[in-house]
């Protein structure tokens, strides 16, 4: 970009918004002038027309200032065509969501009085669909909440450690992680982990990362006695930017099925290892969690579960044929594990942190929910949900 500058007036008819508007966001920090005037005039060059052209997609994105304020901020580093590809990401979803809204309405229209409610029901949830998928990643509450249901695990290890020991770690090791969550492989192994390793901890959640940050700051003094530098950075699978043969592993736990552009981000893994590094990649099987579906289609058949269709795309029943493609060593462990769930509150936590209609349902029927666990639970001694989990570990 040259460095021909703008006025606050120019910047400001460039996006066809009012001079106020540039003050605005002068004032809350998202687009400061990058000099002044020696009268204090404000002014911009062609990278500040970049940040307000993000400033602007975002809010008509319906992101508040707040949340634009820590995607601006995280995104700093990141390349212009990176963010725009983010940006486009976030255009296709809105208009999935503007066609499933349209397609709603189309079938209420044509509907007669007594399907109506159903529909409108789900016209409801459409509507808030997006701000619960914004709630789902922004903190760390709803994961949370689902990992609290695999503290009835009928497995030796917990999964992170079962995870960690299956991981090529060693001293002064280069390792990324894609998609750390709350940072809990790495509290869980934290007394474990080899010297002097470099690790960068990445998430598309600022509030992800910020949890992390928090969790792993406990340990901040053995972190330096073991002379481990640990790097945070918001990234996001479907726009994954990495160097060539930069780690000696490349980690994603229980991430890959999210991922849209999932061969364009194994290539990206897969290219960013070194000659001897590994990627290790977990993810669930077919069968994971079967009951709970099972007994959720019995209580409420439109009760949505969105993860039974976003695991679908990488599994372990298709991921190992999808990893061939980018690594020639493919292996496949599965822990052996179930969950016997004495608790009615933790399954009723774990389905309402479900993004959907969930929360909505629920907040209709919660107690004959709660009655109907509880009475499973009664009648066995706790409420048996099989689990299938492992992990593939790939070589080049």
Known sequence: MDKKMYTAGEIAKLAGVSIKTIRFYDAKGLLKPVTYSEAGHRYYDKSSVAILQKILMLKYLGFSLQQIEGMTKSDSDMSFEVQLSRQKELLRQRKKQLEELLETIEIMEKSDESQRWDYLIRLLNLLTDEEKVKQQYETSVNLERRINLHAYSTAEQNWMEWVYDRLPLKE?????????????????????????????????????????????????????????????????????????????????????????????????????????????????????????????????????????????????????????????????????????????????????????????????????????????????????????????????
């Open 172 to 396: 002064g090791a280069k390792v990324l992680e894609i998609g750390c969550g709350t940072g809990l492989l790495w509290k869980e192994n934290i007394y474990r982990l080899p010297e002097k390793m470099e690790l960068t901890l990445t998430d598309r959640s600022e509030g992800m990362l910020e949890q992390t940050r928090s969790v792993l700051k406990e340990y901040e003094g053995l972190l330096i006695e073991k002379g481990i530098h640990i790097v945070y950075r918001i990234m996001d699978g479907d726009a994954l930017a990495l160097p060539e043969k930069e780690y000696d592993c490349i980690i994603a736990n229980h991430m890959l099925y999210h991922v849209v552009k999932r061969e364009a981000c194994l290539n990206t893994i897969a290219n960013a290892i070194k000659p001897e590094g590994s990627f290790c990649c977990s993810t669930v099987g077919d069968s994971h969690m079967r009951e709970l579906h099972e007994l959720l289609k019995d209580f409420d058949d439109k009760l949505e579960m969105p993860f039974t269709s976003i695991t679908a795309g990488f599994h372990l029943e298709n991921g190992e044929e999808q990893l061939r493609k980018f690594f020639s060593r493919v292996k496949c462990m599965v822990q052996d594990n179930d969950l016997l769930v004495d608790n009615a509150e933790a399954i009723y936590d774990y389905v309402y942190s479900y993004p959907g209609n969930a929360p909505c349902i629920l907040d209709r029927r919660g107690e004959e929910f709660r009655q109907l666990i509880q009475e499973r639970i009664d009648c066995d001694g706790s409420f048996f949900i099989h689990k299938s989990a492992g992990m593939f570990v790939c070589e080049k």
